[in-house]
């Protein structure tokens, strides 16, 4: 997998170790837009890793340091979603400008980003970019699958990734 250096100074230190992977969709009209506005320090946000509809796959903020994609979010016990997770930004216009089916090149690039981030980051879980992506077998690629207390339409789904289930 070629990934393509394209850094963003939005991002700070981590007060947590990792324990998820977050997806998003971009809800932006092209990757370009997505980019430049992940990269650009007035907007205050960014994500490790931007997914394009070709398949290329641009590194934003090394996973040592924490971007900012979750906002405020928090996830069970998690007060910090930015500081616990890797962020992955899939690039998809969203609902308002004509939300489609993820390209297979995209899904083809996504599943060994996922299967390389999560050899890293022991015990790492993901949160999901949609109903678009509940479709998707991702099963097999890297031992993803959805989590048990998750319905596979949520806007934000999770998929297991590195547990015990994996055995």
């Known amino acids: ?32 837009g997505a980019l430049a506005r992940l990269r ?49 930004e899939i690039v998809n216009p969203g609902h308002d400008w004509g939300y489609r089916p993820f390209p297979d090149a995209q899904i083809a690039a996504l599943i060994p980003l996922v299967a390389d981030v999560k050899q890293r980051q022991a015990q790492a879980r993901e949160a999901g970019p949609g109903e678009q992506l509940a479709g998707i077998a991702l099963s097999g690629g890297g031992g993803i699958r959805m989590a048990d207390d998750v319905a596979a339409g949520d806007a934000v789904a999770l998929l297991d990734v590195g547990d015990e289930r994996d055995q």
């Not at 997998?1 to 963003?8: L, N, Q």
């Not at 205050?44 to 340091?65: I, Q």
């Open 40 to 88: 650009d320090p007035a907007a205050k946000v960014s994500c490790h890793y931007l997914v394009d509809e070709d398949g290329a796959v641009h590194r934003l903020v090394d996973e040592r340091h924490r971007a900012w994609h979750a906002g405020k979010a928090h996830w069970r016990q998690i007060d910090d979603v930015n500081s616990a997770s890797v962020g992955i």
């Open 1 to 32: 997998m070629t990934i393509i250096d394209s850094p963003s100074p939005n991002w700070d230190a981590r007060t947590l170790p990792v324990s998820m992977i977050v997806l998003h969709y971009t809800g932006m009209p092209d990757a370009a």
